[in-house]
């Protein structure tokens, strides 16, 4: 009878489901809508569940559109799931049994259509939605019923507390709608403005905003079961407003949280607090997934997560960040020593506890991989020499060549040896050789022929490794850089010449007319300077006399040779006419030639008559005396 004569009793706009059921009950001079079902054959049960064939019957019975019944409807789907308009919710994000009004609207209501006409707004019930947009009045939730099913009869509930509805929209509290509540509108009537959000599940969505906003504004320690509504109000914009630019705020708000201690513990959980229990105890995975994601990601990127630790129902793949202990364990070294580097590369610092340390940033793979790198590649001089099959002072000249780099080592200080770039060195003597090993019986090992030509070992290796030996053989990989063979003709051609910065003491004996005894005498007297040389033809060092200081010796001393040879004289008998006309030499071993003081020396040989031959009889005349052969 009913299919032949519907009512005309619409459905108003955002109006749900048992709200026209309640309103509809009271339009057929029903008690309750329990009854309405009861008297067309259905569970009134059945009918907040969320059942579409009882929709379709009841929309038939009122005259409802069908469409409209369904959309602003809070239908159950099982397993703590809901739909509202379209979109899936979970039980935590509605507010489904109790009632939550906004008393002005009501208001207006019972002014508009009568006490029986008061309806409840779909968006009512969504619990992150507490205020009311046309009238910026905070939501007022009713006191529950003892039964639950009791609260779904809307007009029944509304009348029963008018009273005091009627006192709380005197003195609602004015409440401005947030960003994030007008969000949330939009969204259940269809509007996309947001992409990461919007692929977020409404639940999910809003969940994400509340939870990371509330640890935003209260911190980590603060419990959100303790929350109020005015500071859930306030963290739904603050995590609204963060999440705004996408999957980067989310990364950004994380970093924010993120406590300095985490570089050298795990604290994840510590750092993102109630947001992070969330993600661990959300039961729906499938839909909290791309957060997680997010948020396991950064987590093994910043924090020092063991492989295979699980975070967030995933292990760790691959170890990002280190703690020292881990680093020490993966690379093998004590702590100590890792400290050294650490400390010397700007990584951490020393603190108060002995051969304690503590990051300055986070320790990364790659810092981990390079010091391993660095400690794989690097040798003991030991070890370089075994590698280059040299001897140590030939390593050591190679270093003062610049041809081999030793650097002292961070993790031990003590001095190493790049392995990569001594293979170099082998390969670019490899790349040398000219003539294949034993087919030249003539060429000389490079050792001998640096023993040979009186040089260094060194120097002969940089000949072939600049390329200027045009025969070079050997097996270089086997037999070391002491093995190659080379041609000692070009090598003596190719070696530098020096100029000898001095001359030798044979050299200093003719020019000071005494014996080669005199000049070590005068050495070790401190008279001459000496200094260790190489003989510029046979390359041997040897002990020669500095520059300048055979003049410096004369501006002092006088010899009896160069006074014999100015005055040509013979030097014996000269030297000893001197001795008797009271101009005695200077007194020196036995075996040393005769020095005499050069002060005032010219004046006395002048008073004895001994005149340089340059010297004219007519100058002074009444000092000269004829010169006496005999020198008696």
Avoid at 29 to 48: E, H, Q, R, T
Avoid at 107 to 112: I, K, L, R, S, T
Wanted: aromatic share 10%; net charge positive.
């Amino acid at each position: 009878m009913t299919d032949q004569y519907p009512l005309s009793f619409p459905i108003k706009r955002y109006e749900t489901a048992t709200s026209y059921a309640s309103r509809l009950a009271r339009h057929c001079g029903l008690y309750s809508p329990a009854d309405l079902c009861l008297d067309f054959g259905f569970y009134w049960k059945d009918f907040i569940s969320g059942d579409d064939a009882l929709y379709s019957k009841l929309s038939r019975i009122g005259g409802a559109n069908l469409e409209q019944m369904k959309k602003w409807a809070i239908r159950s789907q099982g397993g703590g799931r809901f739909s509202i308009a379209g979109h899936q919710c979970s039980k935590g994000t509605l507010v489904r049994s109790r009632l939550r009004v906004c008393p002005i609207c009501l208001q207006e209501d019972v002014g508009n259509f009568g006490p029986n006409g008061v309806f409840r707004r779909y968006f009512w019930q969504l619990k992150s939605i507490r205020t009311c947009s046309l009238h910026s009045a905070e939501l007022l939730e009713l006191p529950p019923e003892k039964y639950t099913i009791y609260n779904y009869d809307f007009v029944g509930q509304v009348t029963k507390r008018w009273p005091y509805i009627k006192r709380a929209s005197a003195t609602a509290a004015l409440q401005r709608e947030t960003a994030f509540e007008r969000y949330l509108f939009d969204r259940l009537e269809g509007s996309r403005q947001y992409p990461f959000l919007d692929g977020l599940s409404l639940h999910t969505a809003t969940k994400l905003c509340e939870t990371l906003g509330f640890v935003m504004l209260f911190g980590p320690t603060a419990k959100l079961r303790t929350a109020s509504n005015a500071q859930m109000h306030q963290a739904g914009q603050a995590g609204f407003e963060a999440l705004q630019s996408g999957e980067g705020g989310l990364r950004d708000v994380l970093h924010s949280l993120r406590s300095d201690i985490s570089k050298m513990t795990m604290r994840q959980k510590s750092d993102f607090g109630s947001f992070y229990e969330w993600l661990r105890l959300s039961k729906f995975h499938q839909d909290v997934e791309p957060i997680r994601r997010i948020v396991r990601d950064y987590v093994f990127e910043h924090y020092p997560v063991p492989d295979g630790f699980e975070i967030l129902g995933r292990p760790c793949a691959q170890r990002s960040v280190y703690t020292v202990e881990a680093a020490c364990k993966a690379l093998g070294i004590e702590r100590k020593r890792i400290g050294r580097y650490l400390v010397g590369d700007g990584i951490a610092e020393r603190n108060a506890t002995m051969d304690g340390i503590s990051l300055r940033r986070t320790l990364h793979r790659t810092d981990v991989l390079r010091i391993s790198s660095e400690v794989c590649g690097r040798i003991s001089p030991g070890q370089a020499l075994d590698f280059l099959k040299i001897k140590d002072r030939a390593l050591l000249d190679l270093c003062e060549l610049g041809l081999v780099a030793q650097e002292l080592d961070a993790l031990d200080q003590r001095p190493k040896y790049e392995r990569e770039k001594l293979q170099t060195l082998l390969d670019t003597a490899a790349s040398r050789i000219t003539v294949p090993p034993g087919s030249a019986a003539d060429l000389v090992p490079a050792a001998e022929v640096a023993r040979r030509l009186r040089c260094r070992t060194a120097d002969v290796l940089a000949l072939v490794f600049t390329g200027k030996l045009k025969t070079v053989s050997g097996d270089v990989l086997r037999t070391g850089l002491e093995g190659i063979k080379v041609d000692i003709g070009q090598v003596r051609c190719a070696l530098p010449t020096w100029d000898l910065p001095g001359i030798t003491r044979t050299q200093a004996s003719t020019a000071l007319r005494v014996t080669y005894q005199t000049i070590n005498y005068l050495i070790e007297e401190g008279l001459l300077r000496s200094a260790r040389m190489r003989n510029p033809k046979s390359r041997q060092f040897i002990t020669g006399i500095c520059d300048g200081s055979v003049d410096a010796f004369l501006s002092t001393y006088d010899t009896l040779g160069l006074m014999a040879r100015r005055y040509k004289r013979p030097p014996g008998p000269f030297g000893c006419h001197l001795e008797a006309k009271g101009i005695c030499p200077l007194e020196t071993p036995r075996g040393i030639s005769w020095l005499y003081e050069r002060r005032g020396l010219e004046a006395r040989l002048h008073k004895i008559g001994i005149f340089c031959a340059s010297w004219s009889p007519s100058e002074n005349a009444s000092q000269a005396q004829p010169a006496n052969p005999s020198y008696q």
